[in-house]
């Protein structure tokens, strides 16, 4: 691979790391974080200008899956997650008893939790690499070929021991050539959303009618045929701004965000549909008289799309079940939330003691060397991912497969035939809960 047309990241070229980590949402930047501390040589490669992922890029601003639902509120997941959400707390971020099923979450500020990552990558001494795309992932020797491309020059790349996929889209194993699960392969994928932020709005006064008022009037204004409004259950949520709601209610449903076209378009209707909810408010509910479009989030939000196929793979039953077991790296809690086309959202709750675990395997592909993914395209069903994609487990999955990573360079163990109890007790002891 040749250098970069022009300058500035010439003294990366063919540098080689122990740890390349693509995607730096929540699973990419524990990951990263997790294998930095452990002092790995490693680079976080994102394509948007910031860390975060759905999180930022997509203005999912609320972390669930860190508790359990229900009354008692159980931890789930402690480790680099939680830091982070507790550094989010300290910047004004709140915590909010769940009204959905999903357990208490934290709402926070977007663009607080851009400089929490930042300050968390670069205090790991991880190797941020901004607006740069992984293109290509090819084995070469024991390592692996990573093509880069930043829209200021041309292709570029990389050699990493270990690539650590956290695309959500599988989409580093699918360039490797690695097994993985189609969009749409299982069923449906789940619809995506734009979320968006409403100003201008008289919070109080928008927020006294119920999610369930509100939703029957979205019901019967979308009926009535003066609206296209194709979900009605959605979600409208204070932020930490005055006079600021979020709005998790578009709904594009039956897109494999692979295909460009498709998610082109998926990202038109997300804005119109924008534009229609906010008619529907401003017109029938209280509080949203002079609200106005504060902002659509960057990119629409991606639920799922490719998945890897994993050595093992996380089961519906295992959740509905609530199966544990000693191979786990990470907890989890939230219900199913299987988001559907039309109106309805399958929710299902977690069986057993309304805790199931996630295996280290579901992590490690079913071949190729040198190679795990963590966060929402780890290998698991359709519906297993339904409940596993939520932040907090994007996070300790991600964070486990740094340490994983850390094991396998120390030991010079395949990372596939590391010690998974020797993981586990490093997670433990980083304050993680297996
Ligand atoms: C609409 C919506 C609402 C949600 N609501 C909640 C909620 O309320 N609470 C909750 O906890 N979870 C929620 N989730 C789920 C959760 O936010 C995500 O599943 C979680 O963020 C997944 O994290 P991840 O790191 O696996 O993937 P992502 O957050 O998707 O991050 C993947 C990153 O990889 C980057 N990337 C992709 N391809 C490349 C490439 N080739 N090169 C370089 N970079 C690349 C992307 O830009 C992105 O930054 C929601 C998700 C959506 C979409």
Redesign the pocket.
Known sequence: MSAPAHGRTDEMVAERFDVVV???????VAAAVAAGREGLRTAL????GY?????T??A?D????FWTPGGEARPVVGGIGLEIVEATLGRGGFRRENTYG?GP?VTYDVHDLKLVLDDLVLGAGVRPVLH????GVRRDGDDWEVTLVTPTCGPWSVRAGTVVD????A??AALAGLPVVLPGEQGPVQS??S?FFLGGVDVDAALAVSHEERSELTRQADESGSYRLPRHEGSLHRTPRPGMLQA?IVRVADVDVTDPAALTAAEIEGRRQVVEYLRFFRDRLPGFADAYVAEIAP?I???ESRRIRGVTTLTESDVLDGVRDDQAIALAA?PIEDHRACSDTRWAPVGGDGLYSIPFQALVPTTGEGFLA????LSAEHAAQASA????Q?FAT?EAAGYATALAVRSGVALRAIDVQELRARIRGNGGLV
């Open positions: 693509v995607g730096g949402g929540p699973a990419g490669v994102e394509w948007h860390f975060g992922g759905s999180r890029a997509a999912v609320t972390f669930y899956g999903a979450g740069t795309s992984v293109s956290t695309t959500g889209d989409t580093a995506l959303t979320i998790n990119q939000g991606i639920r939230a963590a966060g929402r395209c994609r939520n932040s907090a994007a991600g």
